[in-house]
C-alpha cells in the first residue's frame, strides 16, 4: 500500500538513511539528522527512509521536509498501528515485514547513508553491505561517524579483515567519515561514479 505521488516523478538520485527511532541522549546525534535532511533536500536528492514520526528518523524527515525536500517512507504496518507513521511525507510506502522494508528501501535508492541508531539501524546498513557483497545492489554504504560513533563497528570490521574473515575488498564496503556533510559529499560522488 502507498499514498502519495507516483516513483516516476521521483529526481534521480535518492539516498536511503538509516538512523535511530529514538532521539538518544546526545544532541549532537539530533542535529546530525536534522543536518543530513536539510542538506540532501539542499542538493536536490530524495530521502528514503524508515516513514516514523519519532527520533532521529522523524528529525531527518521534518528537516528534509521543511527544506523544500523530497521525503519517501517505508514502513511496516506494525509500526503505523502504533501510531508512529509520519503524516506528512511526499510519500509513504506500507509493508507487512521489516525484510519487506529494507528490500524497497534498497530498490528506491542509488546508495545509503547511516546515522547513529541501534539494533535496527544496525541490521538495516549490514545487510546493505551485504547484498553489494554479494552484487544484489550496486550501491555504496557511507557511515556518518558522528562524534566517533561507530568506532568500535570500523575496529571490528578492521579486526574482521586482520583476522583473514574479510577481505580487503569487502572491507571497503563499509567506508566511514567524521561528520554529516562529508559522508554525504563521499557518498554522492560514489553514487556518481
Not at 152 to 166: I, Y
Request: with cysteine; charged share 20%; proline share 3%.
Amino acid at each position: 500500500m502507498s499514498t502519495g505521488g507516483s516513483l516516476s516523478s521521483q529526481p534521480p538520485r535518492a539516498v536511503a538513511v538509516f538512523c535511530g527511532s529514538s532521539a538518544g541522549q546526545r544532541r549532537q546525534h539530533l542535529e546530525a539528522a536534522r543536518e543530513a535532511g536539510r542538506e540532501l533536500a539542499r542538493l536536490g536528492v530524495t530521502v528514503v527512509y524508515g516513514g516514523a514520526s519519532v527520533g532521529l528518523m522523524g528529525a531527518l524527515a521534518d528537516a528534509c521536509l521543511v527544506a523544500g525536500g523530497r521525503v519517501v517512507g517505508v514502513i511496516p504496518r506494525l509500526l503505523v498501528d502504533l501510531e508512529l507513521a509520519h503524516t506528512g511525507l511526499t510519500e509513504l510506502h506500507v509493508v507487512e515485514t521489516m525484510a519487506e522494508r529494507k528490500a524497497l528501501m534498497a530498490g528506491l535508492a542509488d546508495g545509503f547513508l547511516v546515522l547513529p541508531g541501534a539494533y535496527g539501524t544496525l541490521d538495516e546498513a549490514l545487510e546493505m553491505v551485504t547484498w553489494r557483497q554479494l552484487g544484489l545492489h550496486a550501491g555504496p554504504l557511507v557511515f556518518a561517524n558522528v562524534g566517533g560513533y561507530y568506532d568500535g563497528l570500523r575496529q571490528l570490521l578492521d579486526r574482521a579483515r586482520e583476522d583473514g574473515l574479510l577481505s580487503a575488498a569487502n572491507r571497503e564496503l563499509a567506508v566511514f567519515e567524521p561528520d554529516v556533510r562529508i559522508a554525504i559529499a563521499r557518498l554522492l560522488a560514489e553514487i556518481a561514479d
